[in-house]
C-alpha cells in the first residue's frame, strides 16, 4: 500500500482544497476572500471561545451544570442559545444576499454565483432548521412543564439527545463554512440539480446530513413533547384548561411526529442516490425527480405551520397578559388550532402549482389553502378581542404581537394571491414569494419566538430585561421588515427571479438599495436584542423579579420563582380552571407552603446525550469527504451508547424534602417581603415578581 | 384526574402492585413508543407510496416478475409470522410472572426466527443481485432494495435489541425496566409483521399478478 | 423624495404582468386585482383594528371600561367565523373557474403555432417543428397568433416565465409539460428561467419577439437560408454546461429532436408513464 492510498483511507476526499484560506491566497477575488473570512470567524470564534472557557475555568461548571444536563428548562435555554448563534449567522448571511443584488446591477457585486448560491442555500437552511425549529423547541421545553405543572418532560433523555442530535447538525453546517463548501441547491435541495450528475461536490452532502440530523432531532422533540402534554398534566388539568401555548405545542408536536419523517425520507433516499448509484430522483434509469417535491413538501407545508403554531400560542399567552385580561375565545382559539394542524396536510401541492398537474387538482389545493386562511383569522380576531376592554400595557412584546397582527395579515393578503392557481403561475419562483414568506416568517414566526424569549425571559433567569432597548430592537424589527420586504414584493411582480445573483434591468436598483436598508435595519434588531442582553445582565441586580410573577400572568409557570427551582413545583399543583394561578392569586391561594414536602425524584445528568450528538456530527462529516473509517466508528459509538445507557439503573437522583422546603420557604419569605406592584410600574425597579391585583 | 386508577392499564404487564407514579411513568413511557411507531409508520407508507409510484420505472433493468420468488417471500413470511406468535408467548410468560425459562425460551426461538427470516432475505438479495438486479439498475430496483431493505434492517435492530434484552435478563433479571423495554421490543416486533405483510401483498404477490 | 422614488420606481411595475401583452396575462392581471379588491375588505378591519384596539385600550387611559372576565360572545363568534367562511366560499368558487379557464394546458382560441422549448444549462432551445427551424435564447413568435409552447428539460429542472406574456411551467427531463399564450401585439418581451440550476442561472435570459404576420414569414425565410444544421452532435454541443453571449439559430432541425431528448434521458417505456403522472400527479 502507497501513501495516498493510506491518505485517502484516513481523509477520504479531504485535501487543501477544501480549506477556503488556501482557495484565497490561490484566487484572491472579493468573493473568496468573504469565504475566507467567514471561515476564520468561525475559527477565531470557536477558539477565542474556548480559551475563554478555560480562562474562566468554565469546563467543568457547562460540562455538569449544561451539557450534561436533563433538566428541561437548561435544554430549553441550551435550543434558545443555539437559536441565537445560528440566527446571527444566517442574518449576515441575508445582509450579504441583500448587498449582492443590490451592488450587482450589471455588475459582478461583491460574491461569484457558487457562493451567492451557498449564501442563499445555508440562510435558508439555517434559519429553518437550526434558528427557527431549536428556538420554538426551546421555549416549548422550557415553557409547557411549567404551565402543565410537570416536574420534566415525559423523556428527559431523550430531550437531551434530540438537543446534541441538533447541536450535531448545526456544528455540521459552521464547519462547512471552514472545510469545503456547503449546498447550492437551496433549502429545499431539489433534485435532480443535487444529484452526483450535476453537483458531485460535498455541498449536497453537507446539507443531506446537516438537515438529517436536524430532522431526526426534531422527531425526537416531537414525541416527547406530544407525550408530555398526553401523560404529564397536573391532576385537575384536562386538555380544556391547559394553557394556550400547551395546545400550540401539542399540535406542532404532533405535526412533528407526522411531518419529520417524510423529510427525513426524502433527504436519506436522494443520500442513497449519491451515495449507492441509486435511482430515486435521478434524471433517467427511471427516476423521478417529482417524488421528492411531494415528499419535500409534504414535510414543508406541514412545517410551516409547525413553526407558527407556537409563535401563535406567545401571541396568546402575551396578549392575555399584556392586557390583564382573559384570553377571548379560548375554545375557538383551540377548534382554530386544530383545524390549522390538520388542513396542513392537505395543501402541501400549493409549492409546485407549476409542476404541469391538472387544473382540478390545482384547484383543489388552491381551495384547501384558501380555507386555512379561515381558521388563521379567527385567530387573530381573538387576540384583538382579547384587548378589547382590557388594559393594554405596551411592552415590547405587546408590541411584536400587535406588529405581527398587522404584518401577518398582509402576509395572508399574499398567501392568498399566491394561493390561486393563475396568479402564481406568475409569482412562483420570483421575489414575490420570497417576500410572502418571510412576511409569514418574520412577521409571524420570528416576533413571536422573540416577543416569547422576552415575556418569559424573567422566569428563567429571574431578572427583567431592559425596556428601552427592547424598544429599539422592536422598532429594528418591524421597521427593518417592511423595508426589506416590501420592495419584494414590488420587484416579484415586475417578474425579477429570486437567488439571482446579478440583475439587469437598472429600474430594479431602488428597490433593491431599499431593500438592503431593510435588511441593515433587521440586522440593527439583532444587535441591540444583543445590547438589551448585556445592558439587562449589566443591571441585573435592580431588575431582579425572584418571587416570579413580574407581568401577573395567568399560568402555572408563573405560580413558582424565578428562576425555578430545578424540580419546578415543590408540590404538584391541583388545578380547578383554565388560568389557574390568575385565580388562585385572587383566590388568596398563591404563595403557600406545601401541606407536606416530599423527597422528589429527578433525572441525573447524563453524558449520553452529548456522546451521541457529537458522534452523529463526526458521523455526518465521515460521510460527507467519505471517510469511511470515522462514519463507521461514529455509528459504533452511537449503538453503543444507546446500549449501554439501556443497562444503566442508576438514572435518576432524589433531592430530599429538606431541601425542597428550605427552598420553599425562603421564596414564600421572598414574597411576604415583597411589595406587590401596580401594572402601571411593572417596569420599574420596584418590581419584585409579586403582582398586586384586583380581585 | 385518575383519582381511582383502574388495576390494570396494560394487558402486557401485571402493575397492580406498583406505586402509582410508577404505573403513570410505565403508563407514559409505553404511548411515548406508540407514538414512535406511529412517526416509523409514516416512514414506512411513504417507502410504500415511493414503491408505488416507481414500479413501472424498469428502465430495462428486471422488472418485478422477473425478479421475485414467491416460495422464499412466502417462508420468509411464516418465519416472521410464527416469530410473533412465539413473541407473545414470551409476553404472556412475562405478564405471568411465570419462572424466567419460558421467557428466555420463547425470547430465544423468536431471536432464532428473526434470524432465520434475515438470513433467508440476505440469501434473496444475493440471488437477486447475482441475476443482475441490484438497487443502481433502475428506479425500481432501488425503492424495492430500500423498502425491503429498511425492514430488514428494522429486523436487524429489533434482533440487535432481543440479544440486549437476554443479556439484561441475564444480568439484571426482570426489574421495571426490562420489562418496559420488552414490551416496548413487543410493540416493535409485532410492528414490523404488519409491515412484512403489507410487503408481502403490496411488493411480492402484486408483483406477481403484474 | 420617498414620494419619487415610489412614483418612478413603481415604473418596474410595467415589467411585470399587471403591464399585460398578451390575453393571459391580461386575465392574469385581472384576476389579480380582482383578488386585491375582496381581500382589501378581508384585511381591512384587521389592520384598522389591532393598532386601534391597542391603543385604545391602553393602561394611560383611564376612561376605557374594563372587563377583565370577558372572553365568549356567540355573536361575536358568529362574525369572526361566518363571513370568512363565506368570502372564502365565494373566492374559492371563483378560483375553481379560473384555475380551469387559465390553466396553462388550455389551448387559446385560433390556430396555434407549435414550438418546442428544451432548457439547457443555461440557455433555452426554441425548436419550430413544423417550420424545421431552432433558436438559442431567442424566442420569436407570430404576433396575434396563439403559440403552443412544449417543454422539457435536457439537463436539472427548470422553470420558465415570461412575465408580461404568460405564468411559468416546470420543464423537466424526460418529461413534457406545456404552455399555451399569444402576444397581442409587436414587441420584444423579457423571457427567463426562475428556478436556481448553477452558477449560469442569472445569465439565463431571452428574447421574447412577437413579429406581425409579415415580419415573422421574412424572418422565418431569413433564418431558413442559414446554414447552421441542429442534429445530435450540434445539440450535444450546445447542452453542455455554458451561457452564451448572443443568440444562435439553426436553418434546419433533426426531425424528431425534441421527441428523442425526452427519450434519451428514459431509456424505455416508462417515460409515458412520467409524462402522464406530471399531467395527472399519479400513476396513469
Not at chain 1, 438529517?212 to 407525550?227: D, H, P, R
Not at chain 1, 401541606?595 to 453524558?607: F, G, N, Q, V, W
Not at chain 2, 422477473?66 to 405478564?95: H, N, Q, Y
Not at chain 3, 398578451?22 to 384587521?46: H, K, N, Q, S, Y
Request: glycine residues 10%; aromatic residues 12%; hydrophobic residues 50%.
Amino acid at each position: 500500500m502507497n501513501g495516498p492510498d493510506i491518505w485517502h483511507i484516513l481523509l477520504g476526499n479531504l485535501g487543501w482544497g477544501a480549506l477556503p484560506f488556501v482557495r484565497a491566497w490561490r484566487d484572491p477575488s472579493v468573493s473568496e476572500l468573504i469565504g475566507a473570512a467567514a471561515g476564520s470567524v468561525v475559527v477565531i470564534g470557536a477558539v477565542a471561545v474556548l480559551a475563554l472557557l478555560t480562562w474562566a475555568k468554565a469546563w467543568r461548571y457547562l460540562w455538569t451544570e449544561w451539557a450534561t444536563s436533563l433538566d428541561h428548562k437548561k435544554i430549553g435555554i441550551m435550543y434558545i442559545a443555539l437559536a441565537g448563534v445560528m440566527l446571527t449567522r444566517a442574518l449576515i448571511e441575508a445582509v450579504l444576499i441583500r448587498t449582492q443584488q443590490a451592488t450587482a446591477i450589471n455588475a459582478p457585486g461583491l460574491v461569484e454565483p457558487g457562493h451567492f448560491a451557498q449564501l442563499f442555500t445555508t440562510h435558508g437552511s439555517i434559519m429553518i432548521f437550526f434558528m427557527a425549529m431549536p428556538f420554538l423547541t426551546g421555549l416549548i421545553n422550557y415553557v409547557v412543564p411549567l404551565q402543565i405543572g410537570a416536574r420534566d418532560m415525559a423523556f428527559p433523555y431523550l430531550n437531551s439527545v434530540g438537543l446534541w442530535l441538533t447541536v450535531g447538525g448545526a456544528a455540521l453546517m459552521m464547519v462547512s463554512l471552514v472545510i469545503g463548501a456547503f449546498s447550492t441547491g437551496g433549502w429545499s435541495g431539489y433534485p435532480p440539480y443535487t444529484e452526483l450528475a450535476f453537483n458531485p461536490g460535498v455541498g449536497p452532502d453537507y446539507w443531506i446530513w446537516a438537515v438529517t440530523l436536524s430532522s431526526v432531532g426534531s422527531t425526537t422533540a416531537g414525541i416527547n413533547i406530544a407525550c408530555t402534554i398526553y401523560k404529564m398534566r397536573a391532576p385537575g388539568m384536562g386538555w380544556m384548561r391547559m394553557p394556550m401555548f400547551c395546545w400550540t405545542s401539542l399540535c406542532t408536536a404532533i405535526m412533528m411526529i407526522f411531518a419529520m419523517p417524510p423529510l427525513t425520507v426524502a433527504t436519506l433516499l436522494l443520500a442513497a442516490d449519491r451515495y449507492a448509484g441509486m435511482h430515486f430522483f435521478t434524471n433517467g434509469h427511471g427516476g423521478d425527480m417529482m417524488n421528492y417535491v411531494n415528499l419535500f413538501w409534504l414535510f414543508g407545508h406541514p412545517e410551516v405551520y409547525i413553526l407558527i403554531l407556537p409563535a401563535f400560542g406567545v401571541y396568546s399567552e402575551v396578549v392575555s397578559a399584556f392586557s390583564s385580561k382573559e384570553l377571548y375565545g379560548y375554545t375557538s382559539l383551540v377548534i382554530a388550532t386544530a383545524a390549522i394542524a390538520v388542513l396542513s396536510f392537505t395543501v402541501w401541492l400549493h409549492h409546485f402549482f407549476t409542476m404541469g398537474q391538472s387544473a382540478d387538482v390545482n384547484a383543489a389545493f388552491g381551495i384547501a389553502t384558501m380555507a386555512i386562511g379561515v381558521p388563521t383569522g379567527v385567530k387573530i380576531y381573538d387576540w384583538i378581542w382579547t384587548m378589547f376592554r382590557g388594559r393594554v400595557r405596551l411592552t415590547p412584546p405587546m408590541l411584536l404581537s400587535i406588529a405581527f397582527m398587522v404584518t401577518f395579515t398582509l402576509g395572508g393578503f399574499t398567501g392568498i394571491i399566491l394561493a390561486t392557481p393563475p396568479l402564481d403561475y406568475v409569482l412562483h419562483n420570483t421575489l414575490f414569494l420570497v417576500a410572502h414568506f418571510h412576511n409569514m416568517l418574520i412577521g409571524g414566526l420570528l416576533y413571536g419566538l422573540i416577543a416569547g424569549y422576552m415575556y418569559w425571559f424573567p422566569k428563567a433567569f429571574g431578572f427583567r430585561l431592559n425596556e428601552r432597548w427592547g424598544r429599539i430592537s422592536v422598532v429594528c424589527w418591524v421597521a427593518g421588515f417592511y423595508l426589506a420586504f416590501m420592495p419584494l414584493y414590488v420587484l416579484g411582480a415586475a417578474g425579477m427571479a429570486r437567488r439571482t445573483q446579478e440583475v439587469f434591468d437598472p429600474a430594479f436598483r431602488p428597490w433593491l438599495l431599499i431593500a438592503l436598508c431593510g435588511a441593515a435595519t433587521l440586522f440593527a434588531g439583532l444587535i441591540s436584542l444583543f445590547v438589551q442582553l448585556y445592558v439587562s445582565i449589566r443591571d441585573r441586580h435592580a431588575n431582579r423579579v425572584p418571587v416570579g410573577d413580574p407581568w401577573d400572568a395567568r399560568g402555572l409557570e408563573w405560580s413558582v420563582a424565578a428562576p425555578p427551582p430545578e424540580w419546578n413545583f415543590a408540590s404538584i399543583p391541583h388545578v380547578g380552571r383554565l388560568d389557574a394561578f390568575y385565580w388562585r392569586k385572587r383566590n388568596e391561594g398563591a404563595y403557600h407552603p406545601a401541606d407536606h414536602y416530599h423527597d422528589i425524584e429527578l433525572p441525573k445528568e447524563s453524558a449520553c446525550g452529548v456522546i451521541i450528538g457529537v458522534a452523529a456530527a463526526a458521523c455526518g462529516f465521515g460521510l460527507v469527504w467519505h471517510i469511511w473509517w470515522m462514519a463507521a466508528l461514529s455509528l459504533f459509538v452511537i449503538f453503543v451508547t444507546t446500549i449501554a445507557r439501556s443497562f444503566m439503573r442508576d438514572v435518576t437522583k432524589i433531592i430530599p424534602a429538606e431541601t425542597v422546603e428550605a427552598f420553599d420557604r425562603e421564596w414564600l419569605a421572598q414574597a411576604r417581603a415583597a411589595h406587590p406592584v401596580p401594572r402601571q410600574l411593572e417596569q420599574s425597579e420596584i418590581n419584585e415578581g409579586l403582582a398586586e391585583w384586583i380581585a | 384526574m385518575d383519582r381511582v386508577a383502574p388495576p390494570l392499564r396494560h394487558p402486557g404487564l401485571n402493575l397492580a402492585d406498583d406505586p402509582r407514579d410508577t404505573r403513570r411513568r410505565f403508563e407514559s413511557d409505553v404511548f411515548g413508543f406508540w407514538i414512535f411507531l406511529m412517526s416509523d409508520a409514516v416512514l414506512f407508507a411513504l417507502l410504500f407510496a415511493i414503491y408505488g409510484t416507481m414500479l413501472r420505472g424498469t428502465a430495462g433493468a428486471p422488472g418485478p416478475a422477473d425478479v421475485f420468488k414467491i416460495g422464499p417471500a412466502f417462508i420468509e413470511t411464516l418465519l416472521l409470522l410464527t416469530s410473533s406468535t412465539t413473541f407473545g408467548m414470551a409476553s404472556i410468560a412475562l405478564k405471568r410472572d411465570a419462572g424466567a425459562g419460558a421467557l428466555v425460551g420463547w425470547l430465544i426461538v423468536t431471536l432464532g426466527l428473526g434470524l432465520a427470516f434475515l438470513g433467508m432475505e440476505a440469501h434473496d438479495f444475493v440471488t437477486m443481485a447475482a441475476a443482475g438486479a441490484t438497487p443502481e439498475r433502475s428506479g425500481f430496483l432501488s425503492a424495492f432494495f430500500v423498502l425491503v431493505g429498511m425492514h430488514g434492517l428494522h429486523v436487524t435492530i429489533g434482533s440487535i435489541w432481543l440479544c440486549v434484552m437476554l443479556l439484561q435478563l441475564a444480568t439484571i433479571g426482570r426489574d421495571r425496566g426490562v420489562k418496559l423495554n420488552l414490551l416496548r421490543l413487543g410493540l416493535f416486533w409485532h410492528f414490523l409483521d404488519v409491515i412484512w405483510i403489507a410487503i408481502f401483498s403490496v411488493v411480492y404477490l402484486q408483483g406477481l399478478i403484474r | 423624495m420617498a414620494l419619487c422614488l415610489m412614483l418612478g420606481g413603481c415604473g418596474v411595475l410595467h415589467r411585470g404582468f399587471l403591464s399585460p401583452a398578451g390575453p393571459v396575462a391580461a386575465a392574469t392581471r385581472d384576476e389579480f386585482l380582482w383578488i386585491c379588491l375582496v381581500m382589501l375588505f378581508v384585511i381591512g378591519p384587521v389592520v384598522i383594528l389591532a393598532p386601534l384596539m391597542a391603543w385604545y385600550y391602553r393602561l394611560a387611559n383611564t376612561r376605557r371600561v374594563y372587563r377583565p372576565q370577558w372572553g365568549f360572545s356567540w355573536p361575536l363568534e358568529g362574525l369572526i367565523w361566518i363571513p370568512p367562511s363565506l368570502i372564502v366560499v365565494g373566492l374559492a368558487v371563483y378560483l375553481w373557474r379560473d384555475t380551469h379557464r387559465l390553466d396553462p394546458y388550455r389551448p387559446l382560441p385560433g390556430q396555434a403555432i407549435e414550438i418546442q422549448a428544451v432548457a439547457l444549462d443555461w440557455k433555452w432551445l426554441f425548436i419550430y417543428p413544423t417550420e424545421g427551424v431552432a433558436t438559442v435564447n431567442r424566442l420569436v413568435i407570430p404576433a396575434g397568433r396563439p403559440v403552443h409552447l412544449s417543454l422539457t428539460s435536457g439537463t436539472v429542472m427548470q422553470s420558465i416565465l415570461m412575465p408580461r406574456l404568460v405564468g411559468q411551467i416546470y420543464a423537466m427531463a424526460g418529461m413534457r409539460t406545456q404552455l399555451n399564450f399569444e402576444a397581442d401585439a409587436p414587441g420584444t418581451f423579457l423571457g427567463e428561467n426562475v428556478q436556481f440550476n448553477g452558477p449560469g442561472f442569472q445569465d439565463q435570459r431571452f428574447e421574447v419577439a412577437a413579429l406581425g404576420a409579415q415580419a415573422f414569414g421574412q424572418w422565418l425565410t431569413a433564418i431558413r437560408a442559414r446554414p447552421e444544421r441542429l442534429d445530435a452532435a450540434a445539440y450535444a454541443t450546445l447542452a453542455r454546461r455554458s451561457t452564451l453571449s448572443h443568440p444562435l439559430a439553426f436553418g434546419a432541425v433533426a426531425p424528431g429532436l425534441f421527441g428523442r431528448i425526452i427519450a434519451e434521458t428514459v431509456r424505455d417505456g416508462a417515460h409515458e408513464g412520467h409524462a402522464l403522472a406530471a399531467r395527472g400527479m399519479g400513476q396513469p
